[in-house]
């Protein structure tokens, strides 16, 4: 069955840099587009960053444009989240997702892995 396990997740101080990532199984990984939410206590899940399968074009939120970089290892069969310059309200549990379609909708994904919680100090 598919399995998406992400890692990567701790807590750091304001500032600081995690480098996530996300290894899928049982599915063919280079045909799906990827992408990482997240969810912080009491609010909806959100959409943080998208690649498509070949990794030429990514797609951020707002929130954090030019500080979280997305990327991709077909080889690996991997997805990564690289986060500089953490934010307390960066603080949540971050979810990798699959995907058929290059999108920011969170029902268009197939595909969850279980989370992985990033806590950011004040």
């Known amino acids: 069955q598919v399995q998406l396990v992400e890692s990567g997740g701790g807590l750091v101080q304001a500032g600081g840099s995690l480098r996530l990532s996300c290894a899928a199984s049982?599915?063919?990984?280079?045909?799906?587009?990827m992408g990482w939410f997240r969810q912080a206590p009491g609010k909806e899940r959100e959409f943080v960053a998208a690649i498509t399968r070949s990794g030429g074009t990514t797609h951020y939120a707002d929130f954090v444009k030019g500080r979280f970089t997305i990327s991709r290892d077909n080889a690996k069969n991997t997805v990564y989240l690289q986060m500089n310059s953490l934010k307390p309200e960066d603080t949540a549990v971050y979810y990798c997702?699959?995907?058929?379609?290059?999108?920011?909708?969170?029902?268009?994904?197939?595909?969850w892995g279980q989370g992985t919680q990033v806590t950011v100090s004040s």
């Open positions: 997702a699959a995907s058929r379609r290059y999108t920011v909708e969170l029902n268009a994904y197939d595909y």
């Open positions: 049982g599915l063919t990984f280079r045909t799906y587009n």
